[in-house]
Protein backbone atom coordinates (compact mmCIF):
# COMPACT_ATOMS: atom_id res chain seq x y z
CA UNK A 1 0.00 0.00 0.00
CA UNK A 2 1.28 3.73 -0.82
CA UNK A 3 1.84 5.35 2.16
CA UNK A 4 4.27 6.47 4.33
CA UNK A 5 4.13 7.53 7.80
CA UNK A 6 6.23 10.50 9.44
CA UNK A 7 6.14 10.33 13.13
CA UNK A 8 4.76 9.47 16.16
CA UNK A 9 3.30 13.38 16.58
CA UNK A 10 3.24 14.76 13.12
CA UNK A 11 -0.42 14.70 12.10
CA UNK A 12 -3.86 14.11 13.74
CA UNK A 13 -4.52 10.77 15.86
CA UNK A 14 -6.65 11.40 12.64
CA UNK A 15 -6.28 11.89 10.12
CA UNK A 16 -7.80 14.65 12.24
CA UNK A 17 -7.11 14.28 15.75
CA UNK A 18 -9.23 16.60 17.27
CA UNK A 19 -7.79 18.44 20.86
CA UNK A 20 -9.79 20.41 23.07
CA UNK A 21 -8.47 20.12 26.38
CA UNK A 22 -11.19 20.55 28.74
CA UNK A 23 -9.45 19.42 31.88
CA UNK A 24 -6.41 21.74 32.10
CA UNK A 25 -5.45 20.37 35.42
CA UNK A 26 -4.09 17.28 33.67
CA UNK A 27 -1.48 16.47 31.51
CA UNK A 28 -2.12 17.82 28.16
CA UNK A 29 -3.73 15.48 25.52
CA UNK A 30 -0.85 14.62 22.77
CA UNK A 31 -1.61 13.02 19.17
CA UNK A 32 0.02 10.15 17.77
CA UNK A 33 0.51 10.12 13.86
CA UNK A 34 -1.35 7.80 11.41
CA UNK A 35 -0.10 8.75 8.22
CA UNK A 36 -2.55 8.52 4.99
CA UNK A 37 -0.90 10.07 2.04
CA UNK A 38 -2.34 10.27 -1.66
CA UNK A 39 -0.50 7.51 -4.09
CA UNK A 40 0.84 10.63 -6.04
CA UNK A 41 4.01 11.40 -3.97
CA UNK A 42 6.41 10.35 -6.68
CA UNK A 43 5.34 13.73 -8.48
CA UNK A 44 6.43 16.02 -6.18
CA UNK A 45 9.58 17.88 -6.91
CA UNK A 46 11.61 19.05 -3.71
CA UNK A 47 13.13 22.66 -3.82
CA UNK A 48 16.61 22.41 -4.42
CA UNK A 49 17.85 25.02 -1.87
CA UNK A 50 21.75 25.81 -1.16
CA UNK A 51 22.94 26.11 2.49
CA UNK A 52 26.37 27.54 3.66
CA UNK A 53 28.47 25.18 4.76
CA UNK A 54 28.14 25.70 8.39
CA UNK A 55 24.70 25.12 8.30
CA UNK A 56 24.57 22.35 6.27
CA UNK A 57 26.02 20.45 9.22
CA UNK A 58 22.90 21.82 11.90
CA UNK A 59 20.05 18.87 11.10
CA UNK A 60 16.75 20.00 10.31
CA UNK A 61 14.27 21.66 12.63
CA UNK A 62 12.16 18.48 12.21
CA UNK A 63 14.41 16.32 12.83
CA UNK A 64 15.27 17.47 16.30
CA UNK A 65 11.66 16.70 17.34
CA UNK A 66 10.08 13.92 14.88
CA UNK A 67 11.57 10.64 14.58
CA UNK A 68 11.39 9.44 11.12
CA UNK A 69 9.58 5.95 10.37
CA UNK A 70 10.85 2.35 8.69
CA UNK A 71 9.20 0.99 6.27
CA UNK A 72 8.46 -2.72 6.74
CA UNK A 73 7.38 -5.28 4.73
CA UNK A 74 4.05 -6.45 6.58
CA UNK A 75 2.58 -5.94 9.61
CA UNK A 76 3.33 -7.88 12.91
CA UNK A 77 0.34 -9.28 14.95
CA UNK A 78 1.34 -6.50 17.43
CA UNK A 79 3.35 -3.83 17.93
CA UNK A 80 3.72 -3.89 21.69
CA UNK A 81 7.52 -5.25 22.60
CA UNK A 82 6.08 -7.31 25.19
CA UNK A 83 2.74 -10.05 24.92
CA UNK A 84 0.04 -7.30 26.27
CA UNK A 85 -3.39 -9.09 25.10
CA UNK A 86 -5.08 -8.26 28.70
CA UNK A 87 -3.35 -5.06 28.98
CA UNK A 88 -5.85 -1.84 27.98
CA UNK A 89 -2.55 -1.06 25.79
CA UNK A 90 -2.90 -4.86 24.14
CA UNK A 91 -6.63 -4.72 23.71
CA UNK A 92 -6.89 -1.49 22.24
CA UNK A 93 -4.75 -2.00 19.80
CA UNK A 94 -6.43 -5.31 18.74
CA UNK A 95 -9.44 -3.13 18.86
CA UNK A 96 -8.41 -0.22 16.32
CA UNK A 97 -6.82 -3.23 13.98
CA UNK A 98 -10.23 -4.76 13.94
CA UNK A 99 -11.90 -1.57 13.35
CA UNK A 100 -9.24 -0.64 10.51
CA UNK A 101 -9.76 -4.51 8.77
CA UNK A 102 -13.78 -4.59 8.69
CA UNK A 103 -14.56 -0.64 7.81
CA UNK A 104 -11.85 -1.38 5.03
CA UNK A 105 -13.55 -4.18 3.90
CA UNK A 106 -16.90 -2.24 3.42
CA UNK A 107 -15.45 0.89 2.07
CA UNK A 108 -14.18 -1.46 -0.68
CA UNK A 109 -17.18 -3.44 -1.21
CA UNK A 110 -19.49 0.02 -1.29
CA UNK A 111 -17.05 0.96 -3.53
CA UNK A 112 -16.94 -2.01 -6.08
CA UNK A 113 -13.76 -2.20 -7.07
CA UNK A 114 -11.28 0.02 -6.03
CA UNK A 115 -8.40 -1.44 -3.52
CA UNK A 116 -6.73 0.30 -0.15
CA UNK A 117 -3.19 0.10 -0.85
CA UNK A 118 -1.02 0.01 2.37
CA UNK A 119 1.91 0.55 4.09
CA UNK A 120 3.44 -0.31 7.55
CA UNK A 121 5.68 0.79 9.39
CA UNK A 122 7.97 0.75 12.21
CA UNK A 123 9.09 3.38 14.61
CA UNK A 124 13.09 3.48 16.03
CA UNK A 125 11.78 4.41 19.44
CA UNK A 126 8.88 1.70 19.30
CA UNK A 127 5.67 0.52 17.85
CA UNK A 128 4.35 1.67 14.25
CA UNK A 129 1.12 1.98 12.47
CA UNK A 130 -0.40 0.56 9.02
CA UNK A 131 -2.00 3.36 6.73
CA UNK A 132 -4.53 2.40 3.55
CA UNK A 133 -5.93 4.99 1.70
CA UNK A 134 -7.98 4.35 -1.72
CA UNK A 135 -7.72 6.93 -3.98
CA UNK A 136 -10.08 7.95 -7.36
CA UNK A 137 -13.01 5.08 -6.58
CA UNK A 138 -16.14 4.54 -8.16
CA UNK A 139 -17.75 5.99 -5.03
CA UNK A 140 -14.44 7.58 -2.79
CA UNK A 141 -12.66 10.45 -3.91
CA UNK A 142 -10.07 9.82 -0.89
CA UNK A 143 -10.45 7.20 1.88
CA UNK A 144 -8.00 6.76 4.48
CA UNK A 145 -8.30 4.66 7.57
CA UNK A 146 -4.87 4.47 9.83
CA UNK A 147 -3.62 3.08 12.92
CA UNK A 148 -0.76 3.88 15.11
CA UNK A 149 0.20 2.46 18.24
CA UNK A 150 4.06 4.24 19.43
CA UNK A 151 5.75 4.61 22.54
CA UNK A 152 9.01 5.77 23.87
CA UNK A 153 10.76 9.02 24.99
CA UNK A 154 8.65 12.48 23.66
CA UNK A 155 11.44 14.78 23.58
CA UNK A 156 10.73 18.36 25.62
CA UNK A 157 10.37 20.42 22.09
CA UNK A 158 7.90 17.83 21.35
CA UNK A 159 6.06 17.78 24.62
CA UNK A 160 5.99 21.83 24.47
CA UNK A 161 4.69 21.89 21.11
CA UNK A 162 1.85 19.59 21.51
CA UNK A 163 0.68 21.51 25.05
CA UNK A 164 -2.73 23.26 23.81
CA UNK A 165 -1.85 26.38 25.84
CA UNK A 166 1.65 26.01 24.31
CA UNK A 167 3.33 25.51 27.65
CA UNK A 168 6.06 27.96 28.32
CA UNK A 169 7.98 25.83 30.74
CA UNK A 170 10.71 23.26 30.07
CA UNK A 171 9.68 19.84 30.98
CA UNK A 172 12.18 16.71 30.64
CA UNK A 173 11.48 14.11 28.18
CA UNK A 174 8.21 11.99 28.71
CA UNK A 175 7.72 8.37 28.57
CA UNK A 176 4.50 7.93 26.46
CA UNK A 177 2.18 5.45 24.90
CA UNK A 178 -0.11 6.78 21.80
CA UNK A 179 -2.53 4.43 19.87
CA UNK A 180 -5.42 4.91 17.78
CA UNK A 181 -7.62 4.93 14.41
CA UNK A 182 -8.23 7.67 12.12
CA UNK A 183 -10.41 7.85 9.09
CA UNK A 184 -11.56 10.64 6.37
CA UNK A 185 -13.92 9.14 3.93
CA UNK A 186 -14.57 11.70 1.02
CA UNK A 187 -16.96 10.40 -1.83
CA UNK A 188 -17.71 11.94 -5.24
CA UNK A 189 -21.15 12.41 -5.26
CA UNK A 190 -22.13 15.71 -3.73
CA UNK A 191 -25.41 14.49 -2.19
CA UNK A 192 -22.97 11.90 -0.39
CA UNK A 193 -21.30 13.00 3.08
CA UNK A 194 -18.27 12.98 4.18
CA UNK A 195 -17.19 11.46 6.92
CA UNK A 196 -14.20 11.45 9.59
CA UNK A 197 -13.59 9.38 12.88
CA UNK A 198 -11.13 8.98 15.66
CA UNK A 199 -10.73 7.07 18.25
CA UNK A 200 -7.49 6.95 20.57
CA UNK A 201 -5.79 6.12 24.08
CA UNK A 202 -2.97 7.98 25.46
CA UNK A 203 -0.57 7.61 28.30
CA UNK A 204 2.51 9.21 29.87
CA UNK A 205 4.37 8.78 32.48
CA UNK A 206 6.22 11.19 34.94
CA UNK A 207 8.91 13.40 32.65
CA UNK A 208 12.04 12.52 33.94
CA UNK A 209 13.10 15.48 35.76
CA UNK A 210 9.59 15.09 38.31
CA UNK A 211 10.18 11.42 39.88
CA UNK A 212 6.80 10.20 41.95
CA UNK A 213 4.71 11.85 39.51
CA UNK A 214 1.38 9.55 38.71
CA UNK A 215 1.09 7.98 35.67
CA UNK A 216 -1.77 10.00 33.28
CA UNK A 217 -3.81 8.33 30.97
CA UNK A 218 -7.02 8.97 28.80
CA UNK A 219 -9.29 8.05 26.05
CA UNK A 220 -10.33 10.63 22.85
CA UNK A 221 -11.83 10.37 19.48
CA UNK A 222 -15.73 11.18 18.17
CA UNK A 223 -16.91 10.68 14.54
CA UNK A 224 -18.61 13.35 12.93
CA UNK A 225 -20.17 13.90 9.71
CA UNK A 226 -20.47 16.60 6.88
CA UNK A 227 -22.52 16.51 4.08
CA UNK A 228 -22.87 19.06 1.22
CA UNK A 229 -26.58 18.68 1.18
CA UNK A 230 -29.20 17.84 3.97
CA UNK A 231 -31.45 15.07 3.85
CA UNK A 232 -32.85 14.95 7.19
CA UNK A 233 -33.74 10.82 7.50
CA UNK A 234 -29.54 10.84 6.93
CA UNK A 235 -28.72 13.30 9.14
CA UNK A 236 -31.30 11.71 12.25
CA UNK A 237 -30.09 7.96 11.32
CA UNK A 238 -26.71 8.98 12.29
CA UNK A 239 -26.90 10.74 14.89
CA UNK A 240 -29.27 8.01 15.99
CA UNK A 241 -26.41 5.46 16.13
CA UNK A 242 -24.13 7.45 17.78
CA UNK A 243 -26.63 8.82 20.50
CA UNK A 244 -27.69 4.52 21.11
CA UNK A 245 -23.68 3.90 21.14
CA UNK A 246 -23.58 6.28 23.92
CA UNK A 247 -27.09 5.43 25.97
CA UNK A 248 -25.45 2.18 26.35
CA UNK A 249 -22.89 3.87 28.84
CA UNK A 250 -24.27 6.52 30.03
CA UNK A 251 -27.30 8.76 29.08
CA UNK A 252 -25.59 12.13 29.74
CA UNK A 253 -22.94 11.50 27.08
CA UNK A 254 -24.71 12.32 24.06
CA UNK A 255 -25.82 15.65 24.59
CA UNK A 256 -22.31 16.50 26.26
CA UNK A 257 -20.51 15.19 23.17
CA UNK A 258 -22.94 16.67 20.58
CA UNK A 259 -22.38 19.96 21.71
CA UNK A 260 -18.37 19.15 22.19
CA UNK A 261 -18.37 18.15 18.34
CA UNK A 262 -20.63 21.56 17.51
CA UNK A 263 -18.01 23.45 19.07
CA UNK A 264 -14.77 21.74 18.43
CA UNK A 265 -15.49 21.95 14.47
CA UNK A 266 -16.28 25.90 14.22
CA UNK A 267 -14.14 28.04 11.86
CA UNK A 268 -14.07 30.78 13.80
CA UNK A 269 -13.35 33.27 10.84
CA UNK A 270 -16.57 32.02 9.02
CA UNK A 271 -18.84 31.97 12.74
CA UNK A 272 -19.54 28.49 10.98
CA UNK A 273 -19.11 24.44 11.72
CA UNK A 274 -17.57 22.63 9.32
CA UNK A 275 -20.26 20.35 8.80
CA UNK A 276 -23.31 18.54 10.91
CA UNK A 277 -21.44 17.51 13.98
CA UNK A 278 -21.80 13.90 15.61
CA UNK A 279 -19.92 13.09 18.66
CA UNK A 280 -16.93 14.43 20.03
CA UNK A 281 -14.74 13.78 23.37
CA UNK A 282 -11.02 14.07 24.60
CA UNK A 283 -8.89 13.62 27.77
CA UNK A 284 -11.54 11.65 29.21
CA UNK A 285 -10.32 9.44 32.05
CA UNK A 286 -12.74 10.68 35.15
CA UNK A 287 -14.59 7.23 34.48
CA UNK A 288 -13.99 3.50 35.18
CA UNK A 289 -10.89 2.53 32.37
CA UNK A 290 -13.03 -0.12 31.73
CA UNK A 291 -15.85 1.19 31.07
CA UNK A 292 -14.25 3.57 28.90
CA UNK A 293 -12.55 1.26 26.83
CA UNK A 294 -15.95 -0.49 25.40
CA UNK A 295 -17.25 3.14 25.31
CA UNK A 296 -14.60 3.55 22.73
CA UNK A 297 -15.00 0.23 21.05
CA UNK A 298 -18.75 0.84 20.96
CA UNK A 299 -18.30 3.85 19.18
CA UNK A 300 -15.67 2.84 16.73
CA UNK A 301 -18.08 -0.40 16.04
CA UNK A 302 -20.71 2.16 15.05
CA UNK A 303 -19.08 3.87 11.96
CA UNK A 304 -20.16 0.86 9.79
CA UNK A 305 -23.70 1.22 11.06
CA UNK A 306 -24.38 5.29 10.64
CA UNK A 307 -22.20 5.81 7.47
CA UNK A 308 -22.72 2.74 4.78
CA UNK A 309 -26.57 2.96 4.77
CA UNK A 310 -26.68 6.39 3.84
CA UNK A 311 -23.77 6.24 1.32
CA UNK A 312 -25.94 3.10 -0.67
CA UNK A 313 -28.47 5.35 -0.50
CA UNK A 314 -26.79 8.02 -2.34
CA UNK A 315 -23.19 7.18 -3.81
CA UNK A 316 -26.01 6.95 -7.31
CA UNK A 317 -27.72 10.10 -7.02
CA UNK A 318 -28.07 12.00 -10.23
CA UNK A 319 -26.07 15.51 -9.75
CA UNK A 320 -25.52 18.54 -12.05
CA UNK A 321 -22.43 20.42 -11.94
CA UNK A 322 -24.00 23.23 -9.68
CA UNK A 323 -23.96 20.62 -6.94
CA UNK A 324 -20.62 19.38 -7.65
CA UNK A 325 -19.37 23.09 -7.35
CA UNK A 326 -21.37 23.42 -4.01
CA UNK A 327 -19.85 20.10 -2.75
CA UNK A 328 -16.22 21.67 -3.70
CA UNK A 329 -17.07 25.06 -1.71
CA UNK A 330 -17.85 22.92 1.03
CA UNK A 331 -14.77 20.82 0.65
CA UNK A 332 -12.73 24.13 0.99
CA UNK A 333 -14.44 24.78 4.36
CA UNK A 334 -13.23 21.52 5.03
CA UNK A 335 -9.20 22.70 3.89
CA UNK A 336 -9.92 26.06 6.08
CA UNK A 337 -10.97 23.99 9.18
CA UNK A 338 -7.69 21.43 9.42
CA UNK A 339 -5.48 23.87 8.15
CA UNK A 340 -6.32 26.75 10.46
CA UNK A 341 -7.71 25.37 13.98
CA UNK A 342 -7.15 21.25 13.61
CA UNK A 343 -4.35 20.97 16.54
CA UNK A 344 -2.87 17.73 14.84
CA UNK A 345 -2.86 19.39 11.16
CA UNK A 346 -0.78 22.81 12.81
CA UNK A 347 1.60 20.55 14.73
CA UNK A 348 2.89 18.36 12.02
CA UNK A 349 3.43 21.82 9.77
CA UNK A 350 4.94 23.71 12.66
CA UNK A 351 7.56 20.68 13.42
CA UNK A 352 8.47 19.40 9.83
CA UNK A 353 6.66 16.45 9.47
CA UNK A 354 6.10 14.46 6.24
CA UNK A 355 3.51 17.03 4.49
CA UNK A 356 1.59 13.86 2.58
CA UNK A 357 0.84 12.16 5.87
CA UNK A 358 -0.33 15.21 7.54
CA UNK A 359 -2.36 16.86 4.36
CA UNK A 360 -4.00 13.52 3.61
CA UNK A 361 -7.20 14.37 5.22
CA UNK A 362 -7.65 16.92 2.50
CA UNK A 363 -10.19 16.64 -0.36
CA UNK A 364 -8.28 15.97 -3.78
CA UNK A 365 -10.14 18.93 -4.77
CA UNK A 366 -11.71 22.09 -3.50
CA UNK A 367 -13.16 25.02 -4.59
CA UNK A 368 -13.04 29.12 -3.03
CA UNK A 369 -15.48 31.61 -5.10
CA UNK A 370 -15.21 34.81 -4.19
CA UNK A 371 -17.94 36.54 -1.79
CA UNK A 372 -20.12 33.30 -2.81
CA UNK A 373 -23.73 33.29 -1.45
CA UNK A 374 -26.04 31.02 -1.42
CA UNK A 375 -29.81 31.74 -2.68
CA UNK A 376 -31.78 32.72 0.55
CA UNK A 377 -34.35 29.42 0.85
CA UNK A 378 -32.37 27.04 -1.51
CA UNK A 379 -30.72 23.92 -0.56
CA UNK A 380 -26.95 24.94 -0.45
CA UNK A 381 -28.88 27.51 1.82
CA UNK A 382 -30.06 25.47 4.24
CA UNK A 383 -27.02 23.56 4.69
CA UNK A 384 -25.10 26.52 5.57
CA UNK A 385 -27.60 27.46 8.30
CA UNK A 386 -27.81 24.72 9.63
CA UNK A 387 -23.56 24.75 9.96
CA UNK A 388 -23.79 28.87 11.21
CA UNK A 389 -26.80 27.61 13.91
CA UNK A 390 -26.44 23.89 14.87
CA UNK A 391 -29.63 22.10 15.10
CA UNK A 392 -30.87 19.08 17.58
CA UNK A 393 -31.57 16.42 15.16
CA UNK A 394 -33.48 13.84 17.61
Given at each position: ?????????????????????????????????????????????????????????????????????????????????????????????????????????????????????????????????????????????????????????????????????????KPGPV?????????????????????????????????????????????????????AYIFE??????????????????????????????????????????????????????????????????????????????????????????????????????????????????????????????????????????????????????????????????
Open positions: MSTTTTSLLSSPLSLSSKTHLQHPQTTPTLKPTFSLSSSSTSSIKPLSISLSPHLRKLPPPSAMAIEKETPENEAPLTFLKEDGSDSVRGRFEKMIRDAQNKVCEAIEVADGGAKFKEDVWSRPGGGGGISRVLQDGAVWEKAGVNVSVVYGVMPPDAYRAAKSDGGSHPFFAAGISSVLHPKNPFAPTLHFNYRYFETDAPKDTPGAPRQWWFGGGTDFTPEDVRHFHQVQKDACDKFDPSFYPRFKKWCDDYFYIKHRDERRGLGGIFFDDLNDYDQEMLLSFATECANSVIPAYLPIIEKRKDTPFTDSHKAWQQLRRGRYVEFNLVYDRGTTFGLKTGGRIESILVSLPLSARWEYDHKPEEGSEEWKLLDACINPKEWL
